[in-house]
């Protein structure tokens, strides 16, 4: 399924040039963006554009199967595929050029590559890689739909994929804090893994199902990871994903430490119900309540000991 589209008189030798994407001049990596989106809804595509005197145009293009999906040109004009007709459009931000996609199908699915035509030559600017999740079935199974461990945590996620194929590639993308790609796997080209997961990834294959394991989990890791396969005649096969989200270190301590607090405070409520049942059941005035002298007792002894001290010894006066 290869089309290509009709370009005015001025532009058809452009036909001619090979349809591979081409570096950059400068020989730099170029970025790649991954895009989720369900059936029905609109993505924009950022291009960058040079703004080169001998820049003519901007293709979108489906780079699997060659298939140009719209052409921009630099006098606001665009041609755009049967395919994609009244759902495609193009406009300039600034710098960069704008291509926006309405009402997407599943079949939308696929790598797409901003190529800028000059005069003489094609560069290759950018790498999109776009999944339409479908909203009642699923190409590609995906478990778990979500997890929540801590930090240094380990999480692993398994894909069943639909064609045990091994020269079909595999991909394992985040599409929403940090969208790029985590892994791709080719029986071809060997495996490539994101310099921010680095050796903290490590996955193996049995028949049609892949297992990926994310190992010392941060915070930053925290995204939505998505399965994807790359089939033969087919656009590109994609499962509903797997939610990661990573809980902090210090928030598990503080649930412990909360979780300690409440024990603590039942266990001092128990022990004032214990002291308060132990004190009603003991007369507590009989403690506390202050003897009162005996006043005979009192007066008696006074009498007797003011009598002797004012008794006067008639001897020793002399009588």
Excluded at 60 to 74: E, F, P
Excluded at 120 to 144: C, D, M
Excluded at 291 to 317: A, P, Q
Aim: glycine share 4%; aromatic share 8%.
């Amino acid at each position: 399924m290869l089309w290509m589209l009709f370009l005015p008189s001025a532009s058809l030798f452009l036909l001619l040039l090979p349809c591979f994407p081409a570096q950059d001049g400068g020989g730099k990596k170029q970025s790649t963006d991954v895009i989720s989106a369900w059936e029905g809804d609109s993505i924009s595509i950022t291009c960058p554009m040079n703004r080169a005197e001998d820049q003519l145009g901007m293709y979108l293009r489906v780079i699997r199967h060659k298939v140009n999906v719209i052409y921009c040109s630099k006098e606001n004009y665009s041609h755009i595929n049967p395919a994609f007709a009244n759902r495609t459009e193009c406009s300039k931000e600034g710098e960069n050029l704008r291509i926006t996609l309405h009402r997407l199908q599943e079949s939308d699915s696929e790598i797409y590559g901003c190529i800028e035509m000059l005069k003489f030559k094609e560069i290759y600017r950018k790498t999109i890689i776009v999944l339409v999740k479908a909203k009642f079935r699923r190409p590609l199974e995906q478990s778990p739909l979500h997890a929540n461990p801590e930090q240094g945590q380990s999480v692993n996620i398994t894909c069943e994929l639909k064609s045990s194929r091994e020269e079909e590639k595999f991909y394992l993308f985040r599409t929403h804090v940090q969208p790029g790609t985590v892994l791709s796997v080719s029986n071809l080209s060997g495996s490539e893994v994101s310099p921010a997961i680095g050796n903290r990834l490590e996955y193996s294959r049995e028949g049609n199902r892949i297992v990926v394991i994310l190992h010392k989990l941060q915070e930053k890791d925290s995204d939505n990871y998505i399965c994807a396969q790359e089939v033969k005649g087919s656009p590109l096969l994609s499962a509903r994903g797997t939610m990661v989200l990573v809980k902090e270190v210090e928030q598990a301590c503080e649930k412990n430490s909360w979780d300690l607090y409440a024990l603590l405070m039942v266990v001092a409520v128990l022990l004032c119900a214990l002291v308060c049942c132990a004190l009603y059941r003991v007369d507590v005035k009989k403690y506390f309540q202050k003897k009162k002298h005996n006043e005979v007792y009192e007066d008696m002894s006074y009498n007797s000991r003011r009598s002797t001290l004012v008794r006067t010894n008639t001897y020793s006066r002399g009588e």
